[in-house]
């Protein structure tokens, strides 16, 4: 069974740092591309960043780039979002995600809070 796990969450402070993780499970990690997306208060989820399965490219939303960075470990079966210089808007959900035999999976969410 498709499993997607997300850690890392929890409050920091306006310019500060948090690294997220995404442990993955029930497939064949390497195969697959890889998405953050996240969803704040009232909001709609938007995509966050992408990364191929072989790592080789990244892709972020406009907003973030120079800020988040997107990698993944297949060792450990692992996608990462390092997110820096954060700002009370980057507050949300953030959720880790995958497209497996044409249907989206998504991990349960972490909660970023960021303070001003």
């Known amino acids: 069974q498709v499993q997607l796990v997300e850690s890392g969450g929890g409050l920091v402070q306006a310019g500060g740092s948090l690294r997220l993780s995404c442990a993955a499970s029930?497939?064949?990690?390497?195969?697959?591309?890889m998405s953050w997306y996240r969803q704040a208060p009232g909001k709609e989820r938007e995509w966050v960043a992408s990364?191929?399965?072989?790592?080789?490219?990244?892709g972020y939303a406009i907003s973030l780039k120079g800020r988040f960075t997107i990698s993944r470990d297949d060792a450990k079966n692992t996608v990462y979002l390092q997110m820096n210089s954060l700002k009370p808007e980057d507050t949300a959900v953030y959720y880790c995600s995958a497209v497996l035999s044409s249907r989206r999976s998504w991990g349960q969410g972490t909660q970023v809070t960021v303070s001003s």
């Open positions: 990364i191929t399965n072989t790592g080789s490219s990244a």
């Open positions: 029930g497939f064949t990690f390497s195969n697959y591309a």
